[in-house]
């Protein structure tokens, strides 16, 4: 086994020189994965698990960046600051990890700079046209992008930033150039501060009219080259993040309440946080299907393009067999994914919710139904991660309401001793994503889904390779399976999209996760991680371990 890991070794530090010796200009950016003389399959002896030929045809293969994780340029190109912009820089030490505030101007991962500012600049999109060269170098057909708001339109709404849709039009017409088919998100968390400053964001039902201006826009100048539109990335996680707990923008919470896992949601200077979550949920509900309405009538018709959402979905898997706990992790899922998907499909909140949270749910007019019904073209889920939910009530020792506490339910990581997956930030589950697609089978009609995020997240640690993630490698093997057996049973899946082609700025974890299957230095260079390589032999391969036969 030694002998063999450190063949394995040679090998893939063979590949990555073969990588790096070539440099693009400036020396910023090393080039694609080169297999003209040592195969990526050289690291994969026992095959792929999965190939690109076992899933159907058409099905698109993907990799993420976003404007929030890897765009930069902050204060480039007339752009203002968004909520992240602001919030990243308090100094508060419970609010971000891994020193994300005082990196946080330097990890600016791509470029901003159109040719319309800086016409003989040799650096004109130059990282973004990397990152896409790279994501066509290793066999994908499609990429998943998002658009700043704030880039687009600076004061929230009123005049448009003709900058910012110049330098969207180069990098949607580059990405077309590689053969990707783009998938185009129109908010990461990442609105314009000065909205919070007018009317507290999402809130206030004027955030439903600007982010429709701001659609509106993004629909007549990209649309007639994207195909699938996203409006909001995880809507679902940022209502309860941001409005619960000081963990996200614009951390207004109720402070002092410990949640499911035992998680502190810390102190807030102010909020609610057992009725702000559902009012930013609604609100960014009514703004969906106002920029669906908007795409419907305008435009759907002429540009032939689809519009749907992505939601965070975690799976919980219920602790016990007891129907006690079988209850407890349909509520889990219910205020999760039941929450903005069922007024949807089923014309009002889970039942559930309407229960438990009562008069604090904001109830739909009529009218809002009417444009809420159907308002997606496709649902997108984000998973990545499962746990355990076991039936409890916070309520018998605390006397605080909260979006956290309201589905009577508790979380934990481990059953019997044993933890329900590997990790240390997230937990490898692989069967969560099967069942998770499956579920959203059943419980929605076998619509068209898209899995918009899967990926693995790993701490990281300067003094280790950074380059040899094999367990990212087993995470993705796995977890393609799985999805593949799923849509063997007849789920309804279009396209996988790999969180993500690049590290970046994650959030509130800031940088103390490294989640790319390509490294990116202090420099910028990208480097292809072995989970890179990976993806290319797979969709390069027509040799697998019959994972088919599930």
């Not at 889990?332 to 919710?353: A, H, K, N, R």
Request: hydrophobic content about 40%; some cysteine.
């Amino acid at each position: 086994m030694a002998g063999q890991r450190l063949v394995q070794i040679v090998h893939l530090k063979a590949l990555l020189f073969a990588t790096c010796i070539a440099f693009c200009s400036e020396s910023l950016i090393f080039t694609a994965p080169d297999t003209q003389h040592i195969r990526a399959g050289a690291l994969f002896p026992n095959g792929t698990g999965v190939t690109r030929t076992d899933f159907p045809e058409g099905f698109l293969f993907g990799a993420i960046t976003s404007a929030m994780k890897h765009e930069g340029a902050e204060y480039k190109g007339n752009k203002s600051e968004n909520i992240w912009d602001v919030f990243a820089r308090k100094t508060e030490a419970h609010v971000l990890p891994g020193q994300c505030g005082n990196n946080y101007d330097l990890y600016q991962i791509s470029d901003f700079s159109p040719k319309s500012m800086h016409s003989s600049s040799i650096r004109t999109l130059f990282l973004s046209q990397i990152d896409h060269k790279l994501t066509a170098s290793l066999g994908m057909n499609s990429y998943r992008l998002s658009i700043s708001w704030s880039r687009i339109y600076p004061n929230g709404t009123g005049e448009v930033n003709e900058v910012a849709i110049a330098h969207y039009n180069e990098v949607i017409d580059d990405v077309l150039s590689q053969g990707l088919v783009p998938i185009v998100t129109l908010w990461t968390q990442d609105h314009p501060q000065i909205l919070e400053a007018l009317y507290g964001g999402a809130l206030s039902e004027q955030f439903i009219t600007d982010f429709a201006t701001y659609a509106d826009t993004c629909f007549a100048a990209f649309g007639d080259r994207i195909k699938y539109w996203i409006t909001f990335d995880e809507l679902n996680d940022w209502a309860g993040l941001g409005y619960s707990t000081c963990q996200n923008p614009p951390g207004r919470c109720t402070s002092g309440i410990i949640g499911p896992a035992g998680m502190d949601y810390g102190e807030c200077e102010e909020g609610d946080s057992g009725t702000e979550p559902y009012i930013a949920g609604h609100n960014l509900l009514l703004a969906h299907a106002e920029a669906v309405y908007l795409y419907r009538t305008k435009y759907q018709v002429m540009q032939n393009g689809s519009i749907g959402y992505a939601l965070w979905f975690r799976w919980s898997e219920p602790l016990s067999d007891s129907y006690a706990d079988v209850e407890a992790a349909q509520r889990m899922t219910d205020f999760l994914v039941g929450w903005l998907l069922d007024p949807i499909f089923f014309g009002d909140y889970p039942e559930s919710m309407r229960k438990l949270v009562g008069d604090r749910l904001p109830k739909f007019t009529d009218e809002q139904i009417a444009k809420i019904n159907g308002s997606l073209d496709f649902i997108g889920i984000n998973v990545q991660t499962a746990l355990y939910a076991f039936d409890a009530n916070f309520y018998l020792t605390q006397n605080k309401s909260c979006y956290y506490l309201d589905s009577y339910a508790n979380l934990t990581g481990y059953r019997d001793g044993v933890p329900i997956g590997v990790g240390n930030h997230d937990y490898a589950v692989p069967w969560a994503i099967r069942k998770a697609v499956e579920y959203m089978n059943m419980r929605y009609r076998n619509f068209p889904i898209f899995v918009t995020q899967t990926g693995w997240g790993i701490e990281f640690n300067t003094s280790t390779d950074t380059l040899e993630d094999d367990e990212r490698v087993e995470y993705f093997e796995a977890h393609y399976t799985e999805l593949l057996a799923a849509i063997n049973e007849g789920a309804n899946v279009k396209g996988v999209y790999a969180w993500s082609l690049l590290d970046g700025f994650e959030f509130n974890l800031g940088l103390s996760i490294r989640a790319g299957i390509f490294y990116v230095d202090d420099d910028y260079k990208r480097y292809p991680r072995k989970s890179a390589l990976w993806f290319k032999e797979m969709l390069n391969s027509s040799s697998s371990r019959g994972a088919t036969s599930l």
